[in-house]
């Protein structure tokens, strides 16, 4: 082989050895990153009525309440189901949950439950042995989610997207 040859395929493993460290970095930064906690006085948790303009009874939710969806964003094989909670929607091992986690040894057979109501969505874990957590916090009562929050279910990861 020439020197320019060596040369090249010298320069193009180095970009390939840099190209990996990056998805390595990358997949790293994904999987610890956690959503930043509203903590502004919008987030008070209690709806607003809406002005006369609006349908009687509508309540006006505050921005980082109107989660539209809730998307699993780990494990891979579950990655990018989403679901809506306007029924309520449940998760666990059963077979007759919305979501079953059959082969997940962490979740209990009726682990938690998602409901929306008046335009905000909520989890409550149902009495599961190894609890729900709300971005690394167990819960033990119902629980309003804001856009972003992260909800782990066994070792099933939700998050609350628009």
């Given amino acids: 082989m020439t020197d320019q040859l060596l040369g090249v395929l010298k320069i193009v493993l180095l970009l390939a050895l840099y190209l990996f ?13 956690v959503p930043a906690v509203n903590r502004s006085a ?13 349908p009687v009874g509508a309540v006006k939710v505050s921005r980082p309440y109107r989660v539209a969806r809730m998307k699993v964003i780990s494990p891979a094989p579950l990655r990018g189901f989403t679901f809506t909670a306007e029924q309520p929607f449940t998760v666990g091992r059963g077979t007759d949950n919305d979501l079953c986690l059959d082969d997940d040894e962490f979740a209990s057979t009726h682990h938690a439950r998602f409901v929306t109501s008046d335009g905000r ?9 190894n609890g729900t957590f709300v971005n690394n916090h167990r819960i033990d009562q119902t629980v309003n989610l804001k856009i ?15």
């Fill in 21 to 33: 460290f990056a998805r390595v970095l990358w997949a790293v930064w994904n999987e610890v990153r």
């Fill in 121 to 129: 969505t909520y989890v409550e874990d149902l009495a599961s042995t």
């Fill in 42 to 54: 919008q987030g008070s948790g209690t709806p607003k009525t809406v002005t006369s303009d609006s």
């Fill in 148 to 162: 972003g929050d992260r909800v782990q279910i066994g070792s099933v990861i939700v998050e609350a997207v628009k």
